[in-house]
């Protein structure tokens, strides 16, 4: 008997733009929270910025937009 494995599922990363949509933020506003920190989930591809789907909506989730949108830091 063999033993199969399976790779993990791979993570849906999604552009500037689509999270500047889930966030109800500008893209200049995710630019900025992503080079400062402020956003979880951020993958750099050389000069790319992308943001991982699920830790984004996670992060929504709980809250943690709010918190930005409000000018709070968490």
Request: without cysteine; aromatic residues 4%.
């Amino acid at each position: 008997m063999s033993t199969r494995h399976h790779d993990p599922p791979a993570r849906r990363l999604i552009t500037v733009d689509e999270a500047a949509m889930k966030l109800s933020l500008p893209k200049s506003t995710v630019y900025m929270l992503a080079k400062a920190g402020k956003i979880p989930g951020v993958v750099r591809l050389s000069t790319r910025v992308r943001f991982d789907d699920a830790v984004i909506d996670a992060w929504i989730a709980a809250g943690g937009s709010s918190n930005v949108e409000a000018g709070r830091q968490e």
